[in-house]
């Protein structure tokens, strides 16, 4: 037969072929195979992590919950951090180097000296990781760290550039200890914390500041209702009693 005939041929057995043929029970087991495949990928979204939780959100601010699994993998590569640095101090400073070098334009907006700042660095993760299965308990102290950066320009170009540093000292110090797990949910734990330092932000700033204005004004009227009292220094009848006359 002619080359063209027989590759013609081949071709329709392939896919018309009698049930018992080897091209089909082939075909079968691929097909078999890639079911299989299929179902295993499909296991493993479900088991993975959401991996658009890691977005950092601005339009609300919510609670964080996290599934158990990814809360134990945050807490086990914090805990080897911690153990590799052999301090909390150590470890804030290395989170402080990482984050500043590859972010040197921030160094500006933090005046408190560096070993302060890096030791407020390890005590702020500490204590987010710590709360991480308390989402209620969790979203107060976040709340509390926003309002404590009230006066940065935090934008969520800032704030994602500050997640990804603090990921990446985490994967460089620890390497194949940590696991995809750990890295998904440190992205999600510290866009959580981005994301509502930029909505604070957004959504209460101007309020407090009119508040500290209105707070200034009654004080100052405070003030001057004092001093208008102190030196009238009138009895009950209305009266202004004389200074006294120094002896």
């Known amino acids: 037969k002619k080359p063209l005939e027989l590759m013609k041929e081949l ?32 296991s493993a979204e479900m088991e993975a992590p959401d991996l658009q939780r890691s977005t950092i959100d601005t339009e609300a ?3 964080l919950k996290l599934d158990q699994k990814t809360i ?6 914090w805990s080897a951090f911690c153990s590799a640095a052999s301090s909390s101090a150590t470890a804030g400073e290395a989170i ?20 302060v700042q890096a030791m407020r660095f ?3 993760l500490d204590d987010v990781v710590s709360l991480l299965d308390n989402p209620a308990q969790l979203k107060t102290i976040v709340e509390l760290v926003a309002f404590q950066h009230l006066h940065l320009e935090v934008t969520v170009e800032k704030a994602a550039s500050f997640r990804d540093a603090i990921v990446e ?15 998904e949910g440190w992205l999600m734990m510290l866009s959580y914390v981005g994301g509502a330092i930029v909505y604070v932000k957004a959504n209460y700033a101007d309020r ?18 004092t001093r208008s009292s102190t030196e009238m220094d009138q009895d009950k009848w209305g009266l202004t009693k004389p200074k006294k006359q120094a002896d």
Request: proline share 4%; charged share 25%; aromatic share 8%.
């Open 11 to 42: 071709h329709v057995g392939s896919l018309v072929g009698e049930p018992d043929s080897p091209k089909v029970r082939k075909g079968r087991n691929g097909h078999a195979a890639k079911s299989k495949l299929a179902a295993a990928n499909l």
């Open 61 to 63: 601010f919510s609670e």
């Open 72 to 77: 134990e993998h945050i807490r086990a590569a």
């Open 96 to 115: 402080y180097e990482g984050v500043f070098e590859s972010m040197p334009a921030l160094q500006s907006f933090f005046v408190t000296p560096r070993a």
């Open 122 to 124: 390890a005590s702020s």
């Open 169 to 183: 000292v985490l994967q460089a110090e620890l390497g194949d200890r940590f696991s995809s797990w750990a890295r």
């Open 208 to 225: 407090l500041q009119v508040l500290e204005r209105s707070w200034r004004q009654v004080n100052v009227k405070d003030q001057e209702g």
